[in-house]
């Protein structure tokens, strides 16, 4: 039985790649967006909304949060051994999302990877980092390599998680 992804992760000798469908992150991005507007509808009017995933997981929030035209605002994105897909198209879009330049801030973003990660190389996410901060707006990038770690969610970096949920979930949101 396959499964339907917008991104297949293919293992080659030397290194580890992704091949994204443009089309199938779109269609990721706009259940996501569905799924955030019920949320919202259904919530307090706090403004506090987290949006984030392990992976493939946190590959999608982070473009739909920074470049997918996402319909409600976000109090921060999170990103756990995963990476910025379609990077290529992410840089510069003025029709959704928030481009750099354009007036509006993007949400704080914490990124996290293992140095370990053999399915997802760091160098993708450090890759991702760079873009947010150079191209995309973001100013508020807290970024973590944790030694040792593999495609995986370790003690240390869930205790920094903590911590930047409740930085920005506790900052006076417009």
Partial sequence: MALAAYSSVIKRPSKIHTATD????????????????????????TGRLLLGGFSQGGALALYAGLAGGLSCRLAGLVGLSCYLPLMEQAYGKTECGVASGSGQSQPPVFLAHGDADEVVLPERSRAAGQLMREKLGVTDLRYHVYPGLEHCNGNQ??????????????????
């Avoid at 998680?161 to 506790?170: E, R, T």
């Fill in 157 to 174: 970096e869930m205790a920094d998680l903590k911590d930047f949920i409740w930085s920005v979930l506790s900052e006076k949101q417009p």
């Fill in 22 to 45: 443009p089309s199938s992150v779109a269609e990721a991005v706009s259940s996501l967006n569905r799924l955030l507007a019920a949320e919202v509808a259904a919530l307090p009017s």
